[in-house]
């Protein structure tokens, strides 16, 4: 028997006009597809910056490191300042393999202040 397939998910809120993207799961190919167009109707509906929590991310790929391109050129394009929360050393290792770290700011962790959420809360989750 094989090993669960542990899905994707993000969960999103906005906390003092910033929009927190928190990615969970796996970031790959089918998440990107899954994921990249409601990302920008989130990004369409808040006028703050976006910070991209990968805490929660057990898996990166290509298609995970064309989705937070794809975020970041969207971010670029509203004028919004975009940030990444660092992720485990696993996760983190293909970002720096491929020099994007140097692309995005890279915080160690959540800020307090977008820690607790203050307006509208939703999930995006595929099944396990």
Do not use: C
């Amino acid at each position: 028997m094989g090993t669960p397939d542990p899905g994707f998910g993000l969960h999103h809120r906005v906390v003092g006009g910033s929009i927190v993207l928190t990615f969970h799961g796996e970031l790959d190919a089918w998440a990107e597809q899954e994921l990249g167009s409601r990302i920008t109707e989130l990004l369409d509906r808040s006028d703050g910056g976006v910070v991209v929590d990968l805490r929660q991310v057990s898996f990166l790929d290509a298609g995970g490191l064309r989705l937070l391109v794809r975020l970041k050129g969207q971010a670029f394009a509203r004028q919004r300042p975009l940030r990444l929360v660092r992720s485990s050393a696993r996760v983190w290792r293909v970002l720096r393999i491929t020099r994007l770290d140097r692309s995005f700011t890279v915080l160690d962790s959540m800020p307090a202040d977008l820690d607790t959420p203050d307006g509208y809360e939703g999930n995006l989750n595929r099944p396990a």
